[in-house]
């Protein structure tokens, strides 16, 4: 059985974006836009939200969109996840963890976590080059370094790999930069040894839940990709992927579109609620 089953988990309480799974965009929730390009992914045998609002399973089911209902209070989206696991009664080889507010998230990223699982991995996830020098040293960017079989060695908020002179990068090659993309893929067995575990002293320093994994011996692989997609975390990061998705042609001619911008509504709004 090699069966995929991809998991949008969408928590309703964010602090920097309120309600955010069902923010318009283009006029259609946000959480529906993540599921309408999961669905879209052939290696997918299916799509499921697991969120903690009944809000949000009634949204979902109105646009025909596999949802249920998880509890509250889940320390993290994997958590939440594996509860999703645990409720449904079919069992699949690999569940893939789709974060609920990347709209434009890559085919190409999904496939490349899944490839590795494939591969031997305990779980998979994906990269890509960084950009520029203000991305490598932004500790909003998580950076990764992986072995020669991509196999992840450390993730980090701090610019990773440090380069120390340009002597010893002319000697050894010039190590590549990558910051991490926030899709995985877990066996079935890796997911529920992850949420079994305890925070660790890593994960605690830099705040990032990957590096329990690695503490506690679940091995990582890591597939570098070049569409990575976006997320959206403010109401500015949603007014830009606006303007992004409707310059890719999503409100005239895409499904779910429907109706004019939403970014001036909701400056208005925000003007009002800080009345």
Known sequence: MNRVLAVIPA???SSRLPRKPLQPLLGTPLVIWVWRRAREMPFLDRVLVATDSVDVVEACRRE???????RRGHP?????????VDLIEARFAVVVNIQGDEPLVSAEAVQGAVSMVKAGFDVGTCAAP????????DPSVVKVVRDAAGSALYFSRAPIPHRRDTAAQAEGGEAPRLRHIGVYAYTAGALCRWTGCAPSPLETEEKLEQLRALEHGISIGVAVVHDAGGG???PEDLERMEER????GYGRDRQGAGGTGNGASRRRQRATERQ
């Open 11 to 13: 928590r309703i309480g």
């Open 64 to 70: 025909g969109a596999d949802a249920l209902l998880t």
């Open 76 to 84: 993290s989206g994997t958590h939440r996840v594996q509860q999703a």
């Open 130 to 137: 960084v950009t520029s020098e203000e991305e490598f040293l």
């Open 232 to 234: 959206v975390d403010t």
């Open 245 to 248: 998705m409707r310059a890719l």
